[in-house]
């Protein structure tokens, strides 16, 4: 039979707890309670005694140990240097240049330098020049790079042996895609009428909308059609590569208003735009009006310095050239009228 213990609610105030004025209605000040026979409390006069369960036991601190892969980069980085160093490259300056190459895994570096070395049979300088001249190649893949081989000597044309030389007058195109610049330029070339682009190949890395097309709109308009403009591009490709304001507009600037030309002699002969304006082309033609004298633009440019001095020398002892002379040029109408005017 289970011990029976009273419980009292004491209060030395006239005023009933919150909890007990919503309860009004029940009296417990006088009510037995029994506690279930699971709680097992020993009354005794002073005491009650409780069973409390024990303490968990301490979980052992885990001493701060330093992550071993801050290690492991730094033994990382460490080798790849002294492998870029061995292979005669400096790791600091091409840092500078181009910073991806900090997080390029090493496995991945050393399998783009045997690929490029092994396929195009590069000596360490020449393979040293082509990095310093596009430090992206040390981070492309040899998934990427692979298919750029394959392009060139199967849609560009280009000879096996040629390979070689190829990239190192353009290593540029070893980082360039296929289907986003390498394909799209060569349509465009070869949709100009550019067949053997194999020749060119150095085109293939430029941009057709960036570079190629604006080039074509810049001789249409100062004033060629688009037809000769296009003529001009196919006669003399390399056109692509000069700069419009360095090369093209301070030649051609001189060309017309200094030299008095036609423009059919540009379209005849674009080369024009290759000579050096202050080289080649001032001091010739400078000659020339000091003289007396008009050369074709081939004659006045493609020469030899002695070449050009002997044809000025024989050109001064005697007349004007015939009009289908080689050395008749189409400004020697105006140097006959200004004789006979004189």
């Not at 061995?86 to 690929?115: E, Q, R, W, Y």
């Not at 006959?336 to 004189?342: A, H, L, Y």
């Given at each position: 039979?289970?011990?029976?213990?009273?419980?009292?609610?004491?209060?030395?105030?006239?005023?009933?707890?919150?909890?007990?004025?919503?309860?009004?209605?029940?009296?417990?000040?006088?009510?037995?309670?029994?506690?279930?026979?699971?709680?097992?409390?020993?009354?005794?006069?002073?005491?009650?005694?409780?069973?409390?369960?024990?303490?968990?036991?301490?979980?052992?601190?885990?001493?701060?140990?330093?992550?071993?892969?801050?290690?492991?980069?730094?033994?990382?980085?460490?080798?790849?240097?002294?492998?870029l160093?061995?292979?005669?490259?400096?790791?600091?300056?091409?840092?500078?240049?181009?910073?991806?190459?900090?997080?390029?895994?090493?496995?991945?570096?050393?399998?783009?330098?045997?690929?490029i070395?092994?396929?195009?049979?590069?000596?360490?300088?020449?393979?040293?020049?082509?990095?310093?001249?596009?430090?992206?190649?040390?981070?492309?893949?040899?998934?990427d790079?692979?298919?750029?081989?394959?392009?060139?000597?199967?849609?560009?044309?280009?000879n096996?042996?040629?390979?070689?030389?190829?990239?190192?007058?353009?290593?540029?195109?070893?980082?360039?895609?296929?289907?986003?610049?390498?394909?799209?330029?060569?349509?465009?070339?070869?949709?100009?009428g550019?067949?053997?682009?194999?020749?060119?190949?150095?085109?293939?890395?430029?941009?057709?909308?960036?570079k190629?097309?604006?080039?074509?709109?810049?001789?249409?308009?100062?004033?060629?059609?688009?037809?000769?403009?296009?003529?001009?591009?196919?006669?003399?490709?390399?056109?692509?590569?000069?700069?419009?304001?360095?090369?093209?507009?301070?030649?051609?600037?001189?060309?017309?208003?200094?030299?008095?030309?036609?423009?059919?002699?540009?379209?005849?002969?674009?080369?024009?735009?290759?000579?050096?304006?202050?080289?080649?082309?001032?001091?010739?033609?400078?000659?020339?009006?000091?003289?007396?004298?008009?050369?074709?633009?081939?004659?006045?440019?493609?020469?030899?310095?002695?070449?050009?001095?002997?044809?000025?020398?024989?050109?001064?002892?005697?007349?004007?050239?015939?009009?289908?002379?080689?050395?008749?040029?189409?400004?020697?109408?105006?140097i006959?009228?200004?004789?006979?005017?004189?």
């Open positions: 039979m289970h011990q029976k213990h009273t419980i009292h609610f004491l209060s030395t105030t006239t005023t009933k707890p919150h909890f007990l004025s919503s309860l009004h209605h029940h009296d417990y000040s006088q009510r037995n309670l029994h506690f279930p026979p699971i709680f097992s409390l020993k009354a005794t006069t002073t005491t009650t005694t409780l069973s409390l369960p024990l303490k968990p036991p301490k979980t052992p601190e885990i001493p701060n140990i330093s992550p071993p892969s801050q290690t492991h980069s730094h033994s990382h980085f460490q080798e790849k240097m002294l492998y160093d061995s292979i005669g490259l400096d790791f600091l300056s091409l840092i500078n240049h181009h910073p991806p190459i900090i997080s390029a895994s090493l496995p991945d570096l050393k399998s783009t330098v045997d690929l070395t092994s396929t195009l049979s590069l000596t360490s300088v020449e393979f040293r020049r082509i990095i310093n001249m596009c430090p992206e190649i040390l981070t492309s893949r040899v998934t790079i692979v298919p750029i081989f394959t392009f060139l000597l199967r849609e560009a044309r280009v096996g042996s040629d390979l070689k030389r190829v990239i190192n007058r353009r290593p540029r195109l070893l980082v360039c895609s296929v289907q986003l610049r390498l394909r799209p330029t060569l349509y465009f070339l070869q949709s100009i550019i067949s053997e682009v194999h020749r060119h190949s150095y085109l293939l890395s430029c941009s057709v909308e960036d190629l097309i604006p080039r074509i709109e810049y001789f249409e308009k100062i004033g060629f059609s688009r037809r000769d403009a296009v003529t001009m591009f196919r006669r003399f490709p390399q056109l692509f590569n000069y700069s419009v304001k360095q090369n093209f507009e301070p030649k051609f600037d001189y060309f017309v208003v200094e030299m008095g030309r036609d423009l059919k002699e540009l379209k005849e002969f674009p080369q024009y735009f290759s000579f050096s304006l202050e080289n080649r082309i001032k001091p010739r033609h400078q000659c020339c009006v000091e003289r007396g004298v008009c050369f074709p633009l081939p004659v006045l440019l493609k020469t030899s310095e002695e070449q050009f001095c002997d044809r000025l020398e024989v050109c001064c002892n005697s007349s004007i050239p015939f009009r289908h002379s080689p050395l008749w040029c189409t400004n020697c109408d105006t006959i009228q200004s004789n006979i005017i004189e």
